[in-house]
């Protein structure tokens, strides 16, 4: 089901997209919950990129905290001694499935040479992993920017990227300013912004933009508060 609260100023946006074309358009996208399901199949929770790190800790260190901070959490990556061969396996039979339509949504952009710069206060190197698995390869036109985990040359997590990205700072100023991609996005000034809540919203503070901007909100917890929020913020 689709809910748009303003079809008309919709319509427009999306033509002036078209309009403009493929070199003048930047997607911007959270990815848990957004790019992936909220549930399966089933009816029952998937994981988040986060989850799926945590899932792996508490295996490993049962007798560690559940409910930490971000912080914490990424001290406790590095004092476990995750192996990134531990994330590929737990990566693969982790509950993380890709949203209806988002494998060829995915294709179209690359097919396309349109960035996708991919945010997310998760774990980059499980969306990193995910990403391969499904794809075959992580395709040329996608950025992902997260909080990634650097690994010793024994292969053990020994310290994390900065800055720590969390849901208050998904914009471009925690993009490395001398990221080679950089240029070919800042250039495009139309934006297509996908999230599934409204800290997702800020995604393109910092990228210039003097066109056209859509944002899709995703709807993952029927909550009429909740829905009240993300129809009169995102577009449409």
Known sequence: MVRVRDREMVMKKLNDLVKDGSNQLVVISDFDFTLTRFFDENKERCLSSHAVLDHLLFAMHPEMEEEVSWSAAHENYIISGIHRDDIDRFVMDAKIELRHGASGLLQLLANASIPLLLFSAGVGNVIDVFLRHQLGSIPNNVHIISNMLLFNEKGIASSCSEPLIHVFCKDSS??????????????????????????????????????????????????????????????G
Not at 195 to 206: A, E, F, Q, R
Not at 210 to 224: P, S
């Open 174 to 235: 925690v993009i490395p300013k001398d990221a080679q991609f950089f240029d070919n996005v800042t250039h495009r000034k139309n934006v297509l912004l996908l999230g599934d809540s409204l800290g997702d919203l800020h995604m393109d503070i910092g990228i210039a933009h003097a066109g056209t901007v859509l944002k899709i909100g995703f709807l993952n917890n029927k909550v009429n508060i909740i829905y009240l929020s993300l129809a009169y913020k995102y577009s």
